[in-house]
């Protein structure tokens, strides 16, 4: 289809064998630092577009910034430990459990991760080296590495230290699967929350002392029913005690709609939730208790909004109930295991099934006994684990915590420190997430992770952090469980100190990127130091609540005081936040419902320069993308083509190699005009780049490529085709080469190929990306005559529909237009630009454009010639002359088309480049070309040969 993709493949060959990548970096070791992090993607599955997104957006701003002359961080790295490798391995292996994984042997486990972690690392590499994306692969860090985990160990220590790490005994999200609890933000991760379809119910509990009296309690968990210990009421809220089919029920006056859709009833009595505070219930299934319980409580989280306003309490599978049962003292029960399933033993239907089973058993159970009132089917939004998409419970678990909220008001500082492209995220979803930031649950009951290095003393239970290698007093080959479990440590006390088993939530470890990937503070200081805080970083949108967050976090955490980070920085200054990539319907990139095309076939079909321009400009940053192969079809040709065919139009038109001149003198209007148009661009772009506005800076492109191909190059053919001398058209080459040349620099970050296969043949240095990055010559700039130029590309578009709407071809000369701008009806050579470009005769000044349509004889004789003439030049291309090349032509026509022609000899001569023009019979002798047609009505034989 196009040569562009193999031209591509040809610089990617070119980039290696000259290690042009290697060369950039040595040409830029001593300067200024542009400082970067790469968030870690994970290596166990194949890229696909919204890496492709990401790769594009910091590859294009790294590469500007090495032009510009700084010393960039080019390093990329791997995510390789948590949840989805373990899941991943459990699935392959056929483990099901926690219980499966430890009788199959943690080590075997934690080795079958660590060879699934790079397995896709090729494909990576070899799809971000077809996209252009520089890096050292070979220098890549890892998350699983000795280094960076003990740099992960480091950064632990200072939060213990600062006294920012304590241990609870919490109801947390917690997923019965993975059988460990999640922080609150990976609830937050794109699909934990799903829409569930449950049958919610309303359980009687009968009030003691009271005959018949029953307390209406509605809950969507019938589950947690067992583990009740008391019910919530709000002191201020007014209760109705009812008459109801011979029985007597209480609930909020507000929510006595629950009992009129079931039938009569009859207000016995209203009370105050304070009268009915104290009283006690007869539990659904009584349970020894530890201490007094099945009681009413007051609450100020009980609401009318629905249920009954009656809350039914289990500390142990609420987050509010536990909060809750440390005021009130009440008892917590534990009726699930850690599998999410009925404790088996305690008497409760369904025991020993998974909780969401058991709700039916429960339900039975109920009903039988009369307790339960009526059941609702109700559509809710459920947390489900990000990973392995098991229902969450609210489980009651020990767990380490970074107390995030006593540094809740750093947090939000910090922020202020930072530009966010789009700018809304700052106060918006980023600026609102920090001020509601809660306690981050960093442990995790699993394997395969950095494990979290607190060592307990069996005997006095004291605890101690460690936060190096050296620490440990011994050497260690890998710092993975269940090798580190195996060191045991010397307590003050005489005691032995094991190491507790939790691992680090996976997030924790990507958050101390910074540190981990120079193994900071062990290696590299200095390093990390200078390059603290990033100049930059660029993920998608999700990562507000993930990546984002824990650099954040851990950021601020570690320059509480200055450690030699420096105090209260952020982690990034500055960072492009991308949206969701979506597939051609609108939804998720799915490989099933093929609603997008590969990244691969795109590469082949139009090369990645154009996937890249289409990644840039396609959408505003932060919104989400539609990849539609179509699009990026019109991209393709929209931008590359234009560019690329501008290019071959100097290749061309030059005699010799085209390369361009240092410096340059504008001749005419237009040259003067695309000069100053190029340095207004450059001006804009960089203006944009530093802002970080990539999608505002690409854009500009685009606009560019239209005046320089459609109105730059178009208006100045002539002076390729038919110089007037040989000056007028050196003048215009070099003006063109220069123009390609600085704009293939300034494009050089956004379309790394094009450029470059442009740029060799423009000038003598060895890559684009070895060049200063172009810098706008102000000089240069004439802004009214931009704005000048513009209104003359409006005249001419807006004659061109007259022309289209009266039915008269360009070719046809028209006399006279009359234009409304005086500045421009005074200029000769703005007149004459127009004049070309429509074809009319004179352009005059008058109160409105006005196209006059008049056709005299004259100007139809005209536009027969210039028909004539292209007929001539269709034949010259049939024949395969080169523009300098002579003909001979011969024609043989009706005596009034005769006569026409004679007249006009000496301007189709020069139009046509013809030595001789002759009318004669059509001979049977050969021709070159050959062409028999109707003109102006009449027949026409025309015939050429190389002269
Ligand atoms: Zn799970
Ligand atoms: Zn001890």
Known sequence: MNQIPEIEKKILKFWQKENIFAKSIKLRQNKPFFSFYDGPPFASGLPHHGNILASTIKDTVLRYWGMKGYQVSWRVGWDCHGLPVENMIEGELGLKSKKDIEKFGIEKFNQACRKAVFRCQADWEKTLRRLARWSDYSDAYATLDNDYIESVWW?????????????????????????????????????????????????????????????????????????????AVGSDFTYIKVKFNNEYYILAKERLEVLAKEGKYEIIEELKGKDLAGQEYQPLYPMKLDKPGYRVVPADFVSVEDGTGLVHIAPTFGEEDMELGKQENLPGIVTVDEEGKMVKGLKIPGEGKFVKKA????????????????????????????RCETPLLYYPINSWYIAVTKFKKELVANNQKI??????????????????ARDWSVSRNRYWGAPIPIWQCQECEKQKAIGSIKELGQTIKDLH???????????????????????????????????????????NKKLVEKTFPADFIAEGIDQTRGWFYTLHVLATALTLKNLGLGKNQ???????????????????????????????????????????????????MGEDYIVSEKRIAETFRRTMLTFWNSFTFLETYTDKECLAPKSIQPGNILDKWIVSRFNTLNQEVIDWMDKYELTKAARLFDDFLDDFSNWYIRRSRRRFQKPANRQEKKQAEQILSF???????????????????????????QSVHLADYPKPNKKLIDKKLEEKMSEVRQIAAIVLAQRAKAGLKVRQPLNQLTINNKQIAADKELVNLIQEEVNIKKVVFGKEIKLDTKLTAELKAAGVIRDLIRLVQGMRKDGDLKPGDKIYLRYSTSLTLNKLIQKQTPEIKKEVSAAQIENGTKRKEPFLAEKEVELDGQKIWLGIKKK
């Open 155 to 231: 950064v632990f220590k200072q939060l213990w230290d600062s006294g920012l790490v304590y241990q609870d005994y919490r109801v947390t999200p917690y997923c019965p699967r993975c059988g460990t609890p999640l922080s609150n933000f990976e609830l937050n991760q794109p699909g934990a929350y799903q829409d569930v379809e449950d049958e919610s119910v309303y359980i009687k509990f009968s009030l003691k002392g009271q005959k018949d009296t029953y307390l209406l309690v509605w809950t969507t968990t019938p589950w947690t029913l067992a583990a009740n210990t008391a019910i």
């Open 359 to 386: 709700d039916q058993d429960i339900k039975t159970d109920l009903k039988k006994r009369g307790l339960l009132f009526k059941e609702e089917k109700i559509v809710h939004a459920y947390p489900h684990c990000w």
């Open 419 to 436: 530009r966010w492209v789009p700018g809304h995220l700052k106060q918006g979803r980023f600026g609102k997430w920090l001020e509601g």
């Open 481 to 523: 469980r269940p090798t580190i479990d195996k060191v045991i440590l010397k307590c003050s006390c005489g005691g032995q100190m094991k190491r507790i088993s939790e691992v680090f939530d996976c997030w924790f470890e990507s958050g101390s990127m910074p540190y981990g990937q120079w193994h900071y503070p062990f290696q």
């Open 570 to 620: 952020p982690s990034f200054k500055n960072v492009i936040v991308n949206g969701l990539i979506l597939g051609e319907d609108g939804k998720k990139l799915s490989k099933r419902l093929k609603n997008y095309t590969p990244p691969e076939i795109i590469f082949e079909q139009y090369g990645a320069d154009a996937l890249r321009y289409f990644l840039l400009t396609s959408t505003p």
């Open 739 to 765: 123009v390609l040349l600085n704009l293939a620099k300034l494009a050089a970050p956004f379309l790394p190929f094009l450029t470059e296969e442009i740029y060799q043949k423009l000038e003598k240095g």
